[in-house]
T-cell receptor
Framework: GENVEQHPSTLSVQEGDSAVIKCTYS??????FPWYKQELGKGPQLIID?????GEKKDQRIAVTLNKTAKHFSLHITETQPEDSAVYFC???????????FGKGTTLSVSS | DSGVTQTPKHLITATGQRVTLRCSPR?????VYWYQQSLDQGLQFLIH???????AKGNILERFSAQQFPDLHSELNLSSLELGDSALYFC??????????FGSGTRLTVV
């Protein structure tokens, strides 16, 4: 089955710096790659996603890149702010109806 | 409010007991997924239901079972509870399987 590895497990940056979180997946059939943000005491919230027919997607300060050949995808957050501090999860699935398999998460801390 | 409702928010019970966690999906979503979140294992997929039918099983123990009712709400039943079952249990719903919306979770503590 699918396996998703996520690195780093913790990441500390200064406000205004960029943050990058990387994930690799094992199943070449995977074609949907969302990223979730989980704040303390809350459920994970979808922040951006990318499908296998796209190499990059941006939404304001957040971008995701996908390299299908290498089976890895990354989350890039620019101009980080303290409110970006949270746990971020990457996930992968092979399409509609199949379960998302999550990485183990990255705790991002942004200090002002 | 995500639109996915989970009850109860907190549950404390003793080892050996049985509990039922409830999830009401977002209006219009036919798929319900259950996940277990523990500190060292991240979000582990348990089971997926689509319009009342079981579609996939993940790392779900035999002591655990679930069902989805005609009104699309789902229940996760955990029996013969052990200390190691203490975790956050999330359900998520979706229309076609992508882009899940998660509930706020049920924190289960087994003592």
């Amino acid at each position: 089955g699918e396996n998703v590895e996520q690195h780093p497990s913790t990441l500390s940056v200064q406000e205004g710096d960029s943050a990058v979180i990387k994930c690799t997946y094992s199943d070449s059939a995977s074609n949907y790659f969302p990223w979730y943000k989980q704040e303390l005491g809350k459920g994970p919230q979808l922040i951006i996603d990318i499908r296998s027919n796209v190499g990059e997607k941006k939404d304001q300060r957040i971008a995701v890149t996908l390299n299908k050949t290498a089976k890895h995808f990354s989350l890039h957050i620019t101009e980080t702010q303290p409110e970006d501090s949270a746990v971020y999860f990457c996930a992968a699935s092979s399409g509609a109806g199949t379960a998302l398999i999550f990485g183990k998460g990255t705790t991002l801390s942004v200090s002002s | 409010d995500s639109g996915v409702t989970q009850t109860p928010k907190h549950l404390i019970t003793a080892t050996g007991q049985r509990v039922t966690l409830r999830c009401s999906p977002r209006s219009g979503d036919l798929s319900v997924y259950w996940y277990q979140q523990s500190l060292d294992q991240g979000l582990q997929f348990l089971i997926h239901y689509y319009n009342g039918e079981e579609r996939a099983k993940g790392n779900i123990l035999e002591r655990f079972s679930a069902q989805q009712f005609p009104d699309l709400h789902s229940e996760l039943n955990l029996s013969s509870l052990e200390l190691g079952d203490s975790a956050l249990y999330f359900c998520a719903s979706s229309v076609v399987g992508d882009g899940y919306t998660f509930g706020s979770g049920t924190r289960l503590t087994v003592v």
